[in-house]
């Protein structure tokens, strides 16, 4: 999947919020009978998740930095009071990124990371769903775990990273127990070049992937993902 059709999904989920809930959700419960409208009341407290989904990384300007591949992770929400929760999560990936070694060829190599979060979300609806359905928008940071890549000799590593960003996304009650998700979100992460990187070794045809003077040592990177998320009520 491509940052291009993620960005399209992630703007699509965008606009379905929008088009969805933007001019009912500002409407009071006017018209309808207790027992026929379309709200109801949102009993979660505590929440376990089970989220699975995909994370297209750019990688940076030297696309040394992590890029495509599959998450897998577990999530704790708790309600805060009206439309306020916190989130705690912690997951793994298995992405790909670009090794740069010192006069040789770039090769794609499997970059595996522990990821961790804290944050908090606000619910569109309040403590209501509408049709079951509840939007939500939410910011969460930590840090994520890189491991080691032996092939890796350029100076290059991602390791421990502290991310940050904003996550946007739907969930369905199928019943008060049992809930669907889809989210995106932006994590941001931070990417330090080594000198290896703007430097021509002598007598080699392979070029550095980065311009000294031109080119920055730090860069901060723009990371989509996009999950499905399996939720269980274990506290109304």
Known sequence: MSNRLLRACVLALVSALGLAFAPRTALPQVGHAPDRSPYRDLNVRHALMLQGGYLSGSGGRAGAGPTDGGMLGLRYSIHLGGPMEAIFGVGAADLQRVV?????????????????????????????????????????????????????????????????????????????????????????????????FFTLVSGSTVLPPLIQGTDPTREWTHNLSLALVLGLTIRN
Request: proline share 8%.
């Open 100 to 196: 740069h070694n010192p006069a040789e060829p770039p090769d794609t190599v499997s970059q595996s990371a522990m990821i961790t979060e804290a944050g908090f979300g606000f619910l569109l609806t309040g403590e209501k769903t509408w049709h079951g359905l509840v939007p939500y928008v939410a910011a969460t940071m930590g840090a994520a775990f890189g491991g080691t890549v032996p092939s890796d000799t350029s100076g290059f590593s991602f390791q421990t990273k502290f991310h940050f960003g904003p996550q946007l996304g739907i969930r369905w009650y199928a019943t008060p127990k049992f809930s669907l998700r889809i989210e995106g979100r932006d994590m941001m992460w931070r990417l330090r070049y080594p000198n290896s």
